[in-house]
């Protein structure tokens, strides 16, 4: 099982309908955690935080992920 992903998604000039779809997607894959970065876009990211039952944080170069 996937438990956490990191990574941008390139959402940043998504439509509502392919936001709303991605964010039907992972919530069916029952994340621990979802870790974006900038290129997802600050609408999407709002958006999966408000779909998503997991915690959806930022991230950056130099992040620092811990287990836990």
Known sequence: AIRVIVGGLP????TDDEIE???????????????LLHCTGEAAGAKLKEMLAC???WGSAGSVLVEG
Do not use: S
């Open 11 to 14: 959402l940043g000039h998504a």
């Open 21 to 35: 779809r991605t964010g039907d997607f992972l919530r069916q894959l029952d994340l621990e955690r979802l870790v």
């Open 55 to 57: 915690p959806v944080v």
